[in-house]
């Protein structure tokens, strides 16, 4: 099939990255990842861009790399506190699936940042609204906590999916919440698509893709098998000092007052370093902020119905997804 776009998609630890590894080898694939922290250059334990415990071969290019023989896009794109928005995203991420039709790979996109893969699709589009010097100087001032409290009054449904430890994306939803004066979730709209035009209502993205030639897969599990397998990961790239190795080079290049080191798992973990936060404290808050992420995840992945689900209990999920997949491009067998 000309033009065909595989997504898979889930909540963190469910096993995308590896299966989709998988199904680039067998499809001549290559994945361009769709997680909003990944593509901060020095965070690549905390974001799970390097397997931990795990013998996978990786070779780093500017903005590319190449894991376990597939290329991976979408790593290394930005240095943390760089202004990089969803709509330079998208951009980027769609100048990537173009490269992959022209050279006749089929694009992956691989990810838990449901926004992005959203936007990408053409699903959604971005309010135009100008960033607001000053009210960003009044907000810079509030903690996290404060913003995140802001945010339940004004748009009390974004502040089920924002992560509330990330300054960043606190100030911006108030920022346009205040300014429109209305909530942010009413001003990301959902695009009007004819069957087979595909074109987004957004001015500032290029046309979206539709659903005609786009095949999404979603894993999922119990939240118990969720919580389970990222406490084991939280576990290994903790204990193995992996984590705070990175940390500590992140603050020795000066990226202390990031927005990306103020949100998951960084800013916990900068608190342990600094002698704020006792080892087994700073664990257990990790696995409960994770927690939280993935429900986030999970709550913005149910608005859609058109996810083709698969269990990652199953023991026939490869196969399962590969035989789907191999019926949308039109393979056989």
């Known amino acids: 099939m000309e033009k065909s776009l595989v997504v898979i998609l889930g909540p963190t630890s469910s096993g995308k990255t590896s299966l989709a590894i998988s199904l680039?080898?067998?499809?001549?694939?290559?994945?361009?990842s769709a997680d909003s922290r990944q593509i901060y250059k020095y965070m690549d334990i905390g974001t799970g861009k390097v397997p931990v415990g795990k013998d996978v071969s990786i070779d780093k290019m500017p903005g590319t790399w190449k894991v376990d023989g597939v290329y991976t896009h979408?790593?290394?794109?930005?240095?943390?506190?760089?202004?990089?928005?969803?709509v330079e995203y998208a951009r980027k991420a769609k100048e990537e699936i173009e490269s992959c039709w022209r050279r006749g790979k089929i694009p992956f996109l691989v990810g838990g940042t449901g926004f992005y893969i959203d936007?990408?699709?053409?699903?959604?589009?971005?309010?135009g609204v100008a960033p607001d010097l000053k009210l960003r100087g009044e907000l810079e001032k509030l903690s996290c906590e404060n913003l995140f409290e802001k945010l339940k009054i004004l748009d009390p449904i974004k502040s089920q999916t924002i992560d509330n430890k990330n300054k960043v994306r606190l100030i911006r939803s108030l920022e346009i919440?205040?300014?429109?004066?209305?909530p942010n979730t009413t001003a990301i709209l959902r695009s009007e698509y004819s069957r087979g035009n595909g074109n987004s209502t957004d001015n500032n993205i290029k046309e979206g893709f539709s659903y005609d030639n786009s095949l999404v897969i979603g894993l999922k599990a119990s939240n118990e098998l969720l919580y389970n397998k990222v406490d084991a990961w939280a576990e290994a790239i903790t204990r193995s000092g992996a984590l705070e190795k990175e940390v500590r080079a992140l603050l020795g290049r000066g990226?202390?007052?990031?927005?990306?080191?103020?949100?998951?798992?960084?800013?916990?973990?900068?608190?342990?370093?600094?002698?704020?936060?006792?080892?087994?404290?700073?664990?257990e808050r990790i696995k409960f902020d994770l927690h939280g992420y993935i429900r986030r995840q999970l709550t913005w992945f149910k608005r859609d119905q058109n996810i083709n689900w698969f269990d990652i209990s199953s023991s026939?999920?490869?196969?399962?997804?590969?035989?789907?997949?191999?019926?949308?491009?039109?393979?056989?067998?």
């Open 24 to 32: 680039c080898k067998k499809y001549n694939g290559e994945i361009i």
């Open 74 to 86: 979408g790593y290394d794109w930005t240095v943390p506190g760089a202004n990089f928005t969803v």
């Open 119 to 127: 936007v990408v699709l053409g699903k959604v589009k971005t309010a």
């Open 177 to 182: 919440a205040t300014k429109i004066g209305f």
């Open 255 to 283: 990226y202390r007052e990031s927005p990306q080191m103020k949100g998951l798992i960084y800013d916990t973990m900068v608190k342990y370093i600094d002698g704020e936060t006792p080892y087994e404290s700073m664990l």
């Open 316 to 333: 026939e999920l490869d196969n399962e997804a590969s035989k789907l997949i191999g019926e949308f491009l039109g393979h056989i067998g």
